[in-house]
């Protein structure tokens, strides 16, 4: 995912925090997805939003009640502090992604070789997508069909039906991120084969 997209998709997390009716739940679940694409899974920055609690709070208004306000103030902060950090994520994904172009098995093994690795790690993420679209349309049909064999249990009807609508967010947010970074891929590939053509060249050139 490009550096603007993930700045846009987490101001738009932190917008949300105005909102008076947010399911906090919901957006807690939206945004460790979120985060978990942009940083990894299980990082620092993912545990941040995953360990908050914005419907409790320890502070308190003179007249006893809860502030919910301070724990959305804390989860802003840290929207803010992940955006500083982009610069400095993509610098570092950046110089990888350099060294990885530059090491002599790249200079050494390129031409068919490469060509077939590249159409290997294409075909990969093709591959995936597509079967992710069928699991996730088949997830989604099932899910509907509990829905309305549910329908009779009154009591419960109201959590499952919210439970599985914060799921099924979940999922689509998931799909999308992974179609950008399918994008990315793609945009990477085609950059690296005009590179390595370069490399090829000016090897030519040489001789």
Not at 31 to 54: D, M, P
């Amino acid at each position: 995912m490009k550096k603007e997209k993930a700045t846009e998709y987490l101001n738009s997390q932190k917008l949300k925090l105005n909102q008076l009716d947010l399911d906090e739940i919901h957006w807690i679940d939206e945004t460790v997805s979120i985060v978990e694409v942009i940083f990894g899974e299980n990082s620092r920055q993912s545990e941040q939003i995953s360990e908050l609690t914005l419907s409790i709070d320890d502070s308190f208004y003179d007249d006893g009640t809860y502030h919910p306000g301070r724990n959305r103030d804390r989860a802003k902060r840290y929207i803010d502090t992940f955006i500083n950090q982009l610069d400095l994520h993509y610098e570092k994904k950046l110089q990888s992604q350099k060294e990885s172009t530059n090491t002599p098995f790249i200079v050494k093994h390129f031409g068919v070789t490469i060509t077939i690795v590249l159409a290997l790690i294409t075909g990969a993420f093709s591959f995936g997508l597509y079967f992710g679209n069928i699991k996730f349309d088949k997830e989604k049909i099932d899910l509907s069909n509990k829905n309305e064999a549910l329908a009779s249990d009154t009591t419960n009807l109201n959590l499952i039906i919210n439970q599985k609508d914060i799921w099924l967010t979940k999922q689509k947010t998931i799909l999308e991120l992974t179609r950008d970074s399918l994008r990315e891929s793609e945009e990477t590939v085609e950059s690296l084969s005009f590179y390595i053509m370069g490399l090829q060249k000016d090897k030519n050139n040489v001789r």
